[in-house]
DNA sequence: GTCAAGATTAGT
DNA sequence: CTAATCTTGACG
């Protein structure tokens, strides 16, 4: 099986976090489990900063939890959270810098019906829509944290199809309390797409529609 | 050592 | 709205 051709690059990751995050739109994450291709275009990113973004795990600087978004860009970070849930983020920035994007929501693509299994038997809408969702449907625990994107033959994203800017809304990121940052539109999700989680154009809050970056 | 909060989800 | 379930980080 080869990934080759249109898989992204070091570079790509390789560049201020939220202009991946925004870039990340529309590009396909494959997870090859059982020698079958699990799929979803990403549809709903978050960016996570370092020391200016007091909601990021990397903002009070290194540690065994966080190390990983401080290392090389484009690896995933993933991370237990609320005692069952396991979410997956991808690395970005140079070596030694933290930033992620924490990936919140696909639009399931192939091998549906394993997801499904994976799932419980949940229906297809609501297969991947919420971070610790996707990595279910996708079989991902801490077991992959750390692995790099651009290498392992299991995990990896292709390029899909760019996302134009008149159908990406940005907004607040979800469920942060507290944190000067917690406000901060930092959220990119694809307008209308039925994968999103928390849909901002049927909820009060700001959010608009972002005109370049 | 002790303890509260957490980048969530499913069910009442 | 809340239980589930456990790791991490702050404090002492």
């Known amino acids: 099986m080869e990934h080759q051709s249109n898989l992204l690059t070091r570079e790509f990751y390789a560049r201020p976090t939220m202009e991946v995050a925004r870039d990340l739109l529309g590009r396909i994450l494959v997870r090859v489990y059982h020698g079958k291709r699990l799929s ?25 939890r966080n190390r990983v978004m401080f290392g090389p860009p484009g690896f995933a970070y993933v ?26 929501a696909l639009e399931p693509l192939e091998g549906i019906e394993v997801m499904q299994e994976l799932r419980g038997g949940r229906p297809v809408e609501e297969l991947t829509n919420g971070p610790a969702k996707l990595t279910q449907a996708l079989a991902l625990d801490i077991s992959w944290n750390g692995t790099d994107l651009c290498a392992s033959p299991d ?10 800017d008149e159908m990406v809304m940005t907004a607040p990121r979800i469920g942060l309390s507290q944190g000067a940052t917690k406000d901060a539109p930092w959220r990119f999700v694809v307008a209308g797409n039925p994968s999103v989680s928390h849909p901002p154009w049927k909820e009060k809050g700001p959010s608009k529609r972002i005109e370049g970056l």
């Open 79 to 104: 991370y237990f959270i609320y005692g069952m849930h396991y979410c997956l983020n991808i690395v970005t920035e140079s070596n030694g810098v933290a930033g992620a994007v924490l990936i919140r």
């Open 155 to 164: 995990l990896f994203l292709e390029e899909g199809m760019p996302i134009p």
């Open 40 to 64: 979803g275009r990403i549809v709903e990113t978050e960016a996570y900063l370092g020391a200016n973004d007091p909601a990021s795990h990397a903002y009070r600087g290194l540690s065994p």
